[in-house]
């Protein structure tokens, strides 16, 4: 798994430039005769704050598409909530209707499309925790959680799975 983005990181590149800094300054004393070492430390500077920078700008690129992202899983959330809380608050479900259904497809895949984008490293992991608890409340109810694990005995969700939410501790019925 790759590790998850984070937009803390955001703090650590002045850390970064600073140990670059230190570990070419190290260097520079003990590797370069002491008559050439002038000349050497604005290179090491350049090359200390070219890396940060690097970095920096790598960290800026993949803030953007988060932003990005979140817009999108948010925007598509926004569009099926009414009906998940609608199909959630439905009492004594024993066959759900095809509408419903199809509607608890697309949340089913907007939560694997979310898993696959955290999984790879695009969505903040205080973001993924959060929304993790936003399907745990629809997975705690029986007529959902059944259909849904279900569908994901057919290995089609970029593997994601019911264990990967928090623990509750009763389903609703």
């Given at each position: 798994m790759h590790k998850p983005f984070s937009l803390a990181k955001r703090s650590r590149y002045p850390i970064v430039f600073l140990s670059v800094f230190g570990f070419l300054v190290f260097l520079i004393f003990f590797i370069i005769p002491e008559t050439k070492r002038g000349d050497a430390y604005l290179p090491a500077t350049a090359i200390a704050a070219g890396f940060a920078y690097f970095l920096y700008s790598q960290h800026i690129q993949e803030t953007k598409l988060f932003i990005e992202l979140f817009k999108q899983f948010n925007k598509k959330y926004d569009s099926l909530n009414e009906a998940l809380n609608k199909i959630a608050n439905q009492k004594q479900v024993t066959v759900l209707s095809q509408p419903d259904k199809q509607f608890l497809f697309d949340y089913f895949n907007l939560c694997a499309e979310e898993y696959l984008y955290y999984k790879t490293g695009y969505i903040d992991i205080e973001v993924w925790?959060?929304?993790?608890?936003?399907?745990?409340?629809?997975?705690?109810?029986?007529?959902?959680?059944d259909l849904w694990s279900e569908e994901l005995s057919n290995g089609s969700y970029y593997g994601f799975t019911l264990e990967l939410l928090p623990k509750s501790n009763d389903s609703q019925s």
């Open positions: 925790q959060s929304w993790l608890k936003g399907m745990n409340y629809f997975a705690d109810v029986r007529h959902i959680r």
